[in-house]
């Protein structure tokens, strides 16, 4: 499969519409804000039918981790020797954009009188510039899962490179399937902040990682499957290779 710079850029508008519905709707204390006429129960608690159909545009983060995966990836077969130069400024620009909105956000919390939260203590205000809070936006965790993606995105699509794909799928998955269990199952946030802080982004990355890897690997097989028809259209090497089989 073969997607082009639009072909991505349509994914990623249906990721940010289906990030709408599922933020808008996907909350039952919110839900006094919209009509609410079909509720079904389950364990005993009515939950609005429009909420639990929310749940279905959770694919959001999935699509664009696997489109940013594949463009990547794209990238970095193209021109691995700038990637990272590349990577680097990229960088920039999201932060740029993320202190943007952030300050902006701060602005508009202290001047509704919110003060406590928007900007909060320095700490609070440094640690959220820093990415290692998000409690401003609670949708801020992204920007900090997709830096680590990027940082180590460059080592990803060398392992990729290098290892058979079902392999590289079946660890992915594994660490997908690990975070969902030390996070539910075994893990007890002890009470020290920056540790809490520490596993929840390394969670966080654990769980974002298989989509992006995924991406990666459907764009390493469509430079695989390139390169073979271009042999393939060689009508002289095909007669060649023909009469040495």
Avoid at 101 to 109: D, F, L, Q, R, Y
Wanted: glycine letters at 6%; one cysteine or more.
């Amino acid at each position: 499969m073969y997607l082009t710079r639009s072909m991505t850029k349509v994914l990623q508008g249906v990721a940010i519409l289906c990030m709408l519905g599922l933020h808008l709707f996907n909350r039952n204390e919110i839900s006094n804000y919209y009509d609410v006429s079909l509720y079904v129960n389950i364990f005993g608690t009515p939950i609005p039918l429009l909420t639990i159909i929310s749940y279905s545009f959770d694919c959001c983060v999935p699509i664009y981790l696997f489109c940013s995966g594949y463009g990547l990836a794209k990238n970095y077969i193209d021109n691995d020797i700038q990637y990272n130069n590349k990577n680097l400024k990229r960088i920039k620009n999201l932060l740029y954009r993320y202190w943007l909105i952030m300050i902006i956000t701060c602005i508009v919390g202290y001047c509704m009188g919110m003060r406590d939260v928007y900007p909060g203590s320095l700490t609070n205000f440094i640690s959220n510039i820093f990415l290692l809070k998000s409690s401003y936006v609670g949708a801020f965790w992204f920007v900090q899962t997709y830096i680590l993606l990027v940082i180590l995105s460059k080592k990803i699509f060398e392992t990729i490179g290098k290892y058979e794909y079902k392999l590289i799928i079946a660890i992915s998955f594994l660490l997908y399937v690990l975070a969902f269990i030390i996070e539910k199952k075994i893990l007890v946030f002890s009470m020290n902040e920056s540790l809490n802080l520490f596993i929840d982004a390394l969670m966080l990355l654990l769980r974002s990682q298989f989509s992006f890897v995924i991406g990666g690997i459907f764009a390493y097989k469509t430079i695989i499957n390139q390169n073979i028809e271009k042999i393939l259209s060689n009508n002289i090497l095909v007669i060649i290779l023909q009469i040495c089989g």
